[in-house]
């Protein structure tokens, strides 16, 4: 591909909405353009790297035994009706209507499809296992679309579906695709981690494992254990009760409940510079409204609330959000800031995380503007009918299985594998007979790699301020071949002839052609992220050399003109 050719519009500037790395690269490198909030066109550079993560892809999940297929995108509310999840799944899902009324959605998941399709299809345990998959647009109406391909509203995912005859079979599938992830993982250049997680809609009974690309922009947060195996989504991770958390209530040598006065002082910070206090001996109460009801979740000041856990614990709820100040003052009669357990109205379900139910003397908000109870003891001061782990574990807490202290990072979400045991079978009554001739319900699992985030995921992992440093695997081009001086008719005919070997010798090569100055042309090509470099100069010829630079380690070298492309192939080679 010629330079001057290539639709790759580049940007000095990214626009003010892209905040993080791989956003604003992939903008500025004329990578992706966006259409409207969390829908993206992929451009000639961006659609070649879709394209070999798609292969790299494909032909893992082909050796894992998978086949690839086709799914619709449109889907009828019947299916979904009929697992519940059409409720279910709330303002996510785009819907529409056809022309006779008739309710649709745009494909978030395909998982009740597939499984209509097995069960009209597949009638014997002899046509077991199956494994079928798709790379296809999905459709989330996210309520934060953002950092570009990171949380579309359409995106790219690989899904695949596992059919067995038995929870051993069903284990042995996922444990296959947890194989296939790490090399496609691997394969693509990003460094990734496989933590437990969260069902979330998709739900199943049989275990769940995230797969994390290791990264600060990360929306995830994961901790996991230096000694042992445990890895866990701050989400899902199982937080140690203290070790004094005795059930309450029990008798404390705490005085009564006394009122203080905390004018205008609303958040934990404040409230626990006015008192000298820390904030882990006060009580924060968050008010969610779960499909219109109202939950107070109380944890300790210095701790967060777990939306997750809240809703597996207490719901589930089709639409989970804090209340607004409006909510707020239909319950109680002040602002979120002072709201606390004691005498909370009844219309709000209370939920305690155990380890803000111990007997100990807490500040809490009393429900009044401007005025914090003090010496407050669960149990006595506020009942404690509900319990459970409700918070967001953090790095420094102990290991729930071994006791050592967790450590932390963030990690982007690329792929996650379910098993699924009967869930979406039995809701669908999808069954085939058995060895024994016995009609029963398919094991299932999903599986899904988020292919456009991966691609994000990628720059994000080794991107620099100059641009992008594409894994060779993955990258749009190996190669760019930059003639110093175009005008120079040696130079570009030189220039030319490695440009035409190179791709003669199955190298995918760029040729930077455009009148521009060599600077441009260096900036662009860091921006781009090409792996490789030749430059051809007139000085370069004079010596029978071309300069070749490794965008990955910055490093220079002079090759051999007549060498030139048996060394890029080596390099190909060898990466
Ligand atoms: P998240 O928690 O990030 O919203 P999810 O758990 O809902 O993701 P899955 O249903 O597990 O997503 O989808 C499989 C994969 O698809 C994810 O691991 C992720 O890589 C990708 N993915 C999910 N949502 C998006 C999105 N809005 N934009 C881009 N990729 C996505
Ligand atoms: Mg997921």
Not at 485 to 511: C, F, Q, S, W
Request: charged letters at 25%; a negative charge.
């Amino acid at each position: 591909m010629k330079m001057s050719r290539l639709f790759a519009p580049t940007l000095r500037e990214a626009p003010a909405e892209a905040e993080i790395a791989s956003h604003k690269l992939l903008l500025r490198a004329g990578f992706i353009r966006k259409s409207t909030a969390g829908i993206y066109t992929y451009l000639p550079l961006g659609w070649r790297v879709i394209r070999k993560i798609e292969q790299i892809v494909r032909e893992e999940m082909n050796a894992a035994g998978g086949q690839e297929i086709m799914l619709p995108v449109v889907q009828p509310a019947e299916l979904w009706q009929a697992t519940g999840r059409w409720e279910l799944y709330g303002p996510e899902m785009f819907r529409l209507r056809d022309r006779h009324s008739r309710e649709f959605c745009l494909g978030p998941t395909h998982e009740e499809i597939i499984t209509e399709l097995v069960k009209s299809d597949v009638h014997s345990y002899k046509q077991l296992p199956l494994l079928l998959y798709q790379i296809q647009n999905k459709y989330r109406d996210e309520r934060r679309p953002r950092f570009g391909l990171m949380r579309g509203r359409e995106f790219i995912m690989m899904d695949l579906y596992s059919f067995d005859r038995s929870p051993e079979g069903a284990r042995e599938s996922y444990a296959r695709m947890q194989t296939a992830y790490e090399a496609i993982f691997r394969r693509c250049g990003l460094s990734c981690r496989a933590v437990e997680a969260d069902a979330g809609a998709i739900g199943g009974s049989g275990g769940t494992h995230e797969f994390m690309a290791l990264a600060e922009a990360g929306e995830a947060e994961v901790v996991f254990c230096p000694d042992c195996a445990y890895a866990a989504n701050t989400e899902k991770a199982e937080c140690v009760p203290p070790p004094a958390a005795a059930p309450s209530p029990s008798p404390i040598a705490a005085p009564p409940r006394a009122e203080v006065a905390t004018p205008g002082a609303r958040t934990i910070e404040e409230v626990s510079a006015l008192l000298g206090l820390p904030p882990e001996r006060f009580l924060k109460t968050l008010v969610y409204k779960g499909d219109g009801q109202y939950l107070a979740v109380v944890v300790r000041g210095d701790r967060t609330a777990n939306e997750v856990k809240i809703n597996n614990c207490l719901g589930p709820f089709r639409d989970l959000r804090l209340a607004d100040e409006d909510d707020l003052a239909a319950l109680v009669a002040c602002g979120s800031g002072f709201v606390g357990p004691v005498d909370l109205p009844a219309a709000a379900r209370l939920a305690v995380d155990s380890e803000a139910a111990v007997s100990a003397a807490f500040v809490c908000g009393a429900n009044r503007p401007d005025v914090h109870w003090r010496d407050v003891v669960p149990g006595r001061d506020f009942p404690l009918s509900l319990t459970a782990d409700l918070r967001l574990a953090r790095a420094g807490e102990p290991c729930p299985r071994c006791g050592a202290a967790l450590s932390g990072a963030r990690g982007i979400e690329v792929g996650q594998v379910f098993n699924l045991g009967q869930k979406y079978s039995d809701a669908l009554s999808a069954r085939f007979l058995n060895e024994a001739g016995k009609s029963q319900s398919f094991y299932m699992g999903c599986y899904g790699i988020g292919v456009s985030r991966a691609m994000a995921a990628a720059v994000e992992q080794r991107g620099d301020e100059s641009g992008i440093i594409w894994p060779l695997a993955i990258a749009p081009y190996h190669c760019v071949v930059v003639p110093v001086n175009e005008k120079d008719p040696a130079v570009m005919a030189a220039a030319m002839a490695l440009y035409d070997e190179l791709r003669a010798a199955g190298v995918e090569t760029v040729l930077d052609d455009r009148p521009e100055r060599l600077g441009v042309k260096f900036k662009d090509a860091d921006l781009i992220g090409f792996p490789l470099r030749l430059v051809v100069s007139a000085a370069n010829l004079a010596q029978g050399q071309a300069e070749l630079k490794r965008r990955q380690t910055g490093d220079l070298e002079f090759i051999p003109l007549t060498e030139a492309v048996a060394r890029v192939r080596l390099i190909l080679e060898e990466n």
